[in-house]
């Protein structure tokens, strides 16, 4: 196993050209071998804005609606007031129903997701049938239930789901990071815990309710078959919010010192999990496609070889960028399960000082950008996945078709950037350490 | 036949076959080619807008246990994952082409059929399609590639070892099934697999990955001149010629109850349920399962979720050629409880429903559909799986909303789906308990 992975190193250390090396190409591609994804418009529907892929050949749509409301508009006594929020508009009864089940009993789905700087709820159903599910959504959101019975079912569903997270490694060991990582309530789990949840009554889900929940604090992405209809119902719910617009919130995440400091959480685990935790460039930054560069090459490198795909419980070792706080982050997660951590831990931090002082060689530039690229485009085909990055990046300074402005900002990624972004990214890091419970040592 | 490229089909007659003549084929949809390449496969290519990402898929009719008389669970399993791993003389291994492409692939194995499933960036499809061809229309075995795929499936197995789902399905059809790949797991224990020889994998291949016995499946932003790509294979020897045909089922008449030792309390059900040419019936008991077992708004799973939240339910009906398999698995710490909301379910289904409750439940039923047919992956799964089960115009993923599957749906009333319950589920039912071995005295409590 050690060996397996002082050979990673090796061919890594192979891939770092020596100081001079020529620049990689320019990529060669024909129209025909470029990676698109249709073409993005923007529709303006009064203080709102949407972004829309529309698939001619869809049957469905797809429709993320982003409010102001993440986890960096909490503050830490308002722990897991978002979630809380979220959960009891599902539970607002329309037509007789809870939101929730008038929808699917109407051929649709409604979810939600609390993000660092939003909550997001997504719709999605026959395009022809989205516009009604939009309307039974804007009449919750215009009168949403906080009363005592609704706000008690909500905190046991949530409790639940929290129960869930918490029985997950490397969710432990991402939230510990970014618990240390970010100020205030950007660091705060999603959820909440059982015991913030508990504390939170009708009145602060309420008061959230009435502050972040306003007419200009509204972002809206859509994609599959997107119908003139469905933009009138989206300007219709947003004529039904509050009026008013939200102050932006200054990025707030501590800087990472240089010494590594380690975080330790014990947990009903059968062997440590580590995730190491850096900071990163957001979307809008020249950096971006640099960092997509990175995550692809940290997620892959480690890895041992297998003929089909591992699974996320398969793996030893795994990357994942974090762009939906802000600012954003980079996780690499190391699986005791499956290999000896220190050693993996040792190799992945040896091979970050590398790229930041050698640049890749041009074949390996072209490996790494190609799987970034292909990475990307294979995690955004649902309609729920493409419409939320879509909507996502989109606010985060990419532009209306942020799907292409991704993929182009990988396709400018020269060895230089990967080496410029490494120096500045990867050098620091936080190391949180999930431990078994009857593991010795640590605190 | 609807031709979208004419061209590009002119230019693909040096390597597309007129055998079996397009009248054989079936139809599939306006933007959906079906061809027979020369060396007779079936081709299914869907061209799609949407994200630029391909799916590019291999279906086998073939046993998972082997073409011998004595079944060796995990065969078909490992000689997939082999032929995956192994690196060809000249290039790299399929695994290598998706993997630097940023894809995925996966093979999946199911008692009468495998898949071999790659997603891909759609500028890559053209040489997935090339590679995927070359290596399993004439698989080449290679050492290191058989070594590799014994550690990756032997992991995979201990990993299903702890599925709930997995290991309930495995006795349901073993109870339901008293012999052929049916009746046993598709992978089997790390014993029985550390046994299976490098001679009866390539013997296996040889034999199941043949482009005679293949369907390939192509759904994304591609065209049919894709196609031009695919490899011919080796050509045919009079005894594979043709297809493998289906394995003969041999049902058991009055199953009898199975209790297995499992880490956590589980349980399941399995009836057997109409072949996949019954369309009206087959459908009846989609919506069944939908009705009462979709992860998010199931009358069960709805249920559960207030009650137990800690419990697991999943339940569908399994088209196959003939018959299929109506499948329920459950778990929670309160088993029992669990398996009463489960029972609820069913008998509820037996009776008629409301005319209001079904109309909406069939309107959810349709939704659902879409909601699974909606990447290029799924697409892809859909074609893929009908036609390797004999009735490749029924798949839901054919002519949209007017498309066979979709007539059977708006064909169903309140009193035939209680019928069908009736017919089906009001049969002795293989019933599986799963608990954990009960503590020695010396053990914690």
């Known amino acids: 196993m050690n060996q397996s992975f002082a050979r990673v190193a090796l061919a890594l250390a192979a891939a770092l050209a020596m100081t001079g090396a020529a620049p990689a190409p320019k990529p060669a591609a024909s129209p025909a071998e470029t990676l698109r994804f249709p073409r993005a418009v923007v529709t303006d529907l009064g203080p709102m804005k949407m972004q829309a892929e529309s698939d001619a050949d869809a049957r469905l749509g797809g429709v993320q609606i982003f409010f102001s409301a993440g986890l960096d508009r909490q503050t830490v006594a308002q722990n897991g007031v978002a979630a809380l929020v979220a959960e009891c508009i599902a539970r607002t009864t329309v037509d007789g129903s809870a939101l929730r089940d008038a929808i699917a009993d109407r051929g649709g789905a409604l979810q939600y997701t609390i993000d660092g700087r939003a909550t997001r709820y997504y719709l999605e159903a026959r395009s022809e049938d989205l516009p009604v599910l939009l309307a039974l959504f804007a009449r919750a959101l215009a009168a949403p239930d906080f009363s005592t019975a609704t706000l008690a079912s909500a905190r046991a569903a949530l409790s639940n789901r929290v129960n869930d997270i918490e029985g997950n490694a490397i969710s432990v060991g991402v939230q510990m990071f970014r618990r240390s990582y970010y100020e205030a309530g950007a660091g705060l789990p999603a959820l909440g815990t059982t015991t913030s949840l508990a504390a939170l009554g009708p009145s602060d889900a309420a008061a959230f309710y009435r502050a972040q929940y306003r007419r200009g604090g509204v972002g809206v992405s859509a994609v599959g078959r997107v119908t003139p209809e469905i933009a009138s119902a989206l300007r219709a719910l947003g004529d039904a919010l509050p009026e008013g617009t939200l102050a932006p919130v200054s990025a707030k995440a501590r800087a990472i010192p240089e010494n590594a400091p380690r975080i330790v959480a014990r947990r009903d685990v059968g062997a440590p999990v580590i995730v190491v935790g850096f900071a990163a460039p957001s979307p809008g930054s020249k950096d971006f496609g640099a960092m997509l560069v990175l995550e692809s090459l940290l997620s892959n490198s480690f890895e041992r070889t297998s003929a089909t795909t591992l699974g996320i419980v398969e793996r030893s070792v795994g990357a994942s960028y974090l762009y939906d706080g802000s600012p954003a982050s980079l996780i690499v997660y190391v699986n005791g399960n499956r290999v000896d951590p220190t050693v993996v831990i040792r190799e992945l931090l040896v091979v970050s000082k590398s790229l930041g002082s050698q640049p890749l060689s041009a074949d390996s530039l072209r490996r790494f950008k190609t799987t970034a690229e292909g990475a990307f485009v294979t995690g955004a085909v649902t309609l729920s996945d493409r419409s939320y990055v879509l909507g996502t990046l989109g606010a985060q300074g990419l532009g209306p078709d942020a799907m292409n402005a991704t993929l182009a900002s990988i396709e400018h990624v020269g060895a230089a950037d990967v080496r410029r972004v490494a120096k500045k990214y990867l050098q620091r890091y936080i190391v949180a350490l999930v431990l078994p419970r009857s593991a010795a040592g640590g605190s | ?445």
């Not at chain 2, 459908?283 to 249920?303: C, P």
């Not at chain 2, 909406?360 to 390797?388: C, I, K, R």
């Open chain 2, 1 to 445: 036949m609807t031709m979208r490229a004419p061209a590009a089909v002119f230019a693909l007659a040096a390597v597309l076959a007129s055998a079996g003549g397009a009248d054989a084929l079936p139809s599939l949809g306006p933007n959906v080619s079906v061809r027979q390449l020369g060396t007779g496969t079936t081709a299914i290519v869907q061209t799609l807008s949407g994200p630029p990402v391909a799916a590019i898929e291999l279906w086998y009719r073939a046993p998972s246990t082997g073409f011998d008389a004595k079944p060796v669970p995990s065969l078909a399993r490992l000689s997939a994952q082999v032929v995956a791993a192994s690196k060809p003389l000249i290039g790299p291994s399929l695994g290598e082409i998706v993997r630097n492409s940023g894809g995925r692939l996966a093979i999946s194995v199911y008692s009468d059929s495998i898949e071999i499933a790659a997603v891909v960036p759609a500028t890559a499809a053209r040489s997935v399609v090339k590679t995927i061809t070359t290596a399993y229309f004439a698989p080449v075995l290679t050492d290191a590639g058989f070594k590799i795929a014994q550690r990756d499936v032997a992991e995979e197995a201990l990993f299903e070892s702890f599925n709930p789902e997995t290991a309930t399905r495995d006795a349901v059809f073993s109870a339901l099934f008293a012999g052929g790949p049916q009746h046993f797991p598709a992978l089997g224990p790390a014993r029985e697999l550390a046994a299976i020889t490098f001679a009866n994998v390539r013997a296996y291949a040889t034999r199941a990955f043949r482009a005679q016995n293949a369907v390939l499946v192509v759904s994304g932003p591609i065209t049919p001149s894709i196609l031009s790509v695919a490899a011919n294979g080796r050509s045919a020897e009079s005894a594979m010629a043709n297809a493998e045909q289906h394995s003969a089922s041999e049902i058991v008449n009055a199953p009898q109850p199975v209790q297995r030792v499992f880490d956590e309390p589980s349980g399941g059900y399995g009836w057997i349920g109409p072949p996949i040419a019954s369309e009206r019936e087959a459908t009846a008991l989609d919506f069944i399962a939908d009705y009462l077992f979709n992860n998010e708004s199931g009358y069960v799973t709805r249920a559960l979720v207030e009650s137990n939240p800690d419990a697991f339910v999943v339940g569908q009906f399994i088209t196959l050629h003939d018959p299929g398999v109506m499948f329920v698995a459950f778990s929670g710490k309160k088993i029992d409880a669990v398996r009463a909301k489960v029972d609820d379910g069913l008998a509820l289904m037996r009776k008629p429903l409301g005319g209001a409750a079904f109309a909406s439940a069939l309107l959810a039923f349709q939704y659902h559909l879409l909601h699974d047919l909606q990447t290029p992956v799924e697409m892809a799964d859909n074609f893929g799986w009908y036609a390797v089960e004999g009735n490749p115009e029924y798949a839901p993923g054919v002519n949209a909303a007017s498309g066979k599957y979709f007539q059977a749906v708006r064909s169903l009333t309140p009193e035939f789906v209680a019928s069908i319950a009736e017919k089906y589920l009001g049969k002795q039912a293989a019933i599986v308990t799963l608990q954990p071995a009960p503590k020695k005295p010396s053990e914690p409590k």
